[in-house]
Structure formats: structure tokens, C-alpha cells
């Protein structure tokens, strides 16, 4: 009973490892691509008219 257990924990430690990666990854991707698209902005900026 216990061995079935400590798999089952295994495997589910091993995985929330593996969704945290993913999650840090896709963080400082779209970061990136936030900070490209607001230097776009502030690049044109004199070309916007209210």
C-alpha cells in the first residue's frame, strides 16, 4: 500500500515540476513580447493623433 502511494507522489511531484517550468517559460516569453510590442508603441509615438 505504502509503495503505491510514494509512485503516485512521485509522479505527481515529477509533473508539478515540469507544469512550474512550463509556467517560468511562458512567463519571460510573453514578457518579452510585451516589452518588444511597448517599445514599438513608444517608438511611434509622435505619429499617434488624438
Known sequence: MNEKVYKTMKTVG?????????????????????L????KLLKEKKEILF
Do not use: C, S, Y
Open 14 to 34: 515529477a509533473w508539478n515540476i515540469v507544469f512550474g517550468v512550463f509556467l517560468i517559460v511562458a512567463g519571460v516569453t510573453i514578457g518579452v513580447i510585451q
Open 36 to 39: 518588444v510590442h511597448g517599445g
